[in-house]
């Protein structure tokens, strides 16, 4: 009896601050069962309540209301209920309990005022239990997430009961263990989606953009490399290479995490993971055609730079060559016209060696230059080419894994219908038989496309 005057106590100051029902006082309720049928659009809702007289021998004899948002299709005791026109939707109960007496409620309706969408998931938010002016002492809570469906972030935190088409989220508590949630009414938020598929696709997505990383950090490697002989100014364009390098590495780490949440049925964590894998390897290939860009830059204003030097260096020895001959001339104009003419060619000749030794100490950097002024006024726009040829044809390679993937989806889903008795077995091996054809035209596409992918890196094209 120690407990029941406990309760009576709790429940009086709350029912005070309650005068339009001071009328249910004397009654409480020793156990409150909810399950929540959430749906894409809206959820369904059953409720169990037992109610008891706490007022001894005395009859609790009057009416309680239940207050729930917008229900529709609503049965009370098996009975379908109208309730009147007024929002949100009140359910009136004409009750009757003796003291010690035991009555049971059962409770079913559809709702969707504590439903929300966000992007492709949804979100479940509000009082599971709801408020009343008298007190629960024990509730139990179950959601069931539709078919196909996983529960992504929720709270409070419990432990997920994984079904074979469902998950389910089940909170039970009492007044002596969490009195402030059953006051409140047990707020709850539960996000819930096909995060199965979506991260499936994820997945997919993430590793399309990993392989585009490494060919775009394979190729600003090569550009730093070719820049570093030219003793070009490559400090930002490694900078954005080592970044490339590292946030590829992110990329494959994350994308690992993601199959591995996959594989264990944590599907919106895997979903977490491979988006992030994907945002790692966009940055990725971002930062390697920062780092070529740069590269290549500084590789050309090198480039510009030797061969001004040079030009430069040729103009003077030019100037020279051509202020020795009128020297000699003044030199020797008291002598002989074959003196004259001696003199003449001892000068050229002493000009021309005097060239020789200057190209010959010099024949390397002009080999290099040479090689550059070639890069540069014949190769470059071949390369400009080259890259965006390879561009193209790296999209058409999404383009076209993004259409094997829609086709294996397709597969799957034919399968699952066959599963489901939707469609026969004959029928699911004819559609699979051409979608698989349409698969392996595809898969040749691809390999030809990279064929010529690897031929244009090589500079074969």
């Known amino acids: 009896m120690r407990w029941i005057l406990l309760l009576v106590i709790v429940a009086l100051p709350a029912v005070a601050n309650l005068p339009t029902v001071v009328h249910a006082q004397n009654i409480y309720v020793p156990e409150h069962n909810l399950t929540y049928y959430l749906n894409e659009n809206d959820f369904f809702v059953e409720e169990k309540i037992i109610f008891k007289n706490i007022g001894g021998s005395y009859l609790f004899d009057g009416e309680v209301y239940f207050t729930r948002g917008d229900a529709r299709d609503i049965k009370l005791n098996g009975k379908t209920y109208t309730p009147k026109d007024e929002h949100p939707t009140k359910v009136a109960l004409a009750l009757s309990v003796w003291g010690k007496e035991e009555v049971k409620v059962e409770l079913s309706y559809r709702r969707s005022d504590m439903l929300y969408e966000r992007d492709s998931t949804r979100l479940f938010e509000g009082l599971s239990l709801g408020k009343y002016p008298w007190l629960v002492h024990k509730t139990n809570i179950k959601f069931i997430s539709p078919r196909n469906n996983y529960f992504g972030s929720f709270a409070p935190r419990v432990d997920k009961i994984i079904d074979r088409d469902n998950e389910i989220l089940f909170y039970s508590t009492s007044i002596f263990e969490n009195i402030s949630a059953i006051q409140d009414g047990f707020p709850v938020r539960i996000e819930y989606a096909n995060f199965k ?57 994350f994308l690992q995490l993601g199959e591995a949440n996959y594989n264990s049925r944590e599907y919106s964590e895997s979903l977490k993971s491979a988006n992030i894998a994907e945002e790692h390897a966009r940055s990725a290939l971002r930062e390697a055609t920062k780092a070529k860009n740069l590269a290549n830059f500084e590789m050309q204003a090198a480039l510009q730079r030797r061969i001004a030097r040079i030009e430069s260096n040729l103009t003077q020895q030019s100037q020279k060559n051509l202020t020795r001959v009128p020297e000699a001339e003044e030199e020797g104009v008291s002598y002989t016209v074959a003196l004259i003419a001696l003199a003449f060619l001892f000068i050229a000749l002493i000009a021309f060696k005097a060239r020789q030794a200057e190209i010959k100490s010099s024949v390397q950097e002009f080999k290099s230059i040479d090689e550059l002024k070639r890069r540069r006024f014949l190769g470059f726009e071949r390369k400009v080419d080259s890259v965006k040829k390879s561009t193209e044809i790296a999209g058409e390679i999404r383009v076209l894994n993004k259409e094997k993937e829609k086709l294996g989806l397709s597969i799957e889903n034919l399968r699952k219908k066959m599963v489901a008795n939707e469609i026969t077995e004959k029928s699911f091996e004819s559609e699979k038989k051409e979608l698989e054809k349409r698969i392996s035209e595809i898969d040749s596409k691809v390999d030809a496309l990279r064929r010529e992918l690897r031929e244009l890196k090589k500079g074969k094209k």
């Open 197 to 253: 598929e979506q991260a499936l696709e994820c997945i997919a997505t993430a590793k399309t953009l990993i392989a585009e990383a490494a060919y775009s950090i394979a190729d600003a490697n090569e550009a730093v490399k070719n820049a570093q002989s030219y003793e070009a100014n490559l400090t930002a364009a490694v900078a954005s290479y080592n970044q490339s390098t590292q946030l590829l590495h992110n990329a494959k780490a």
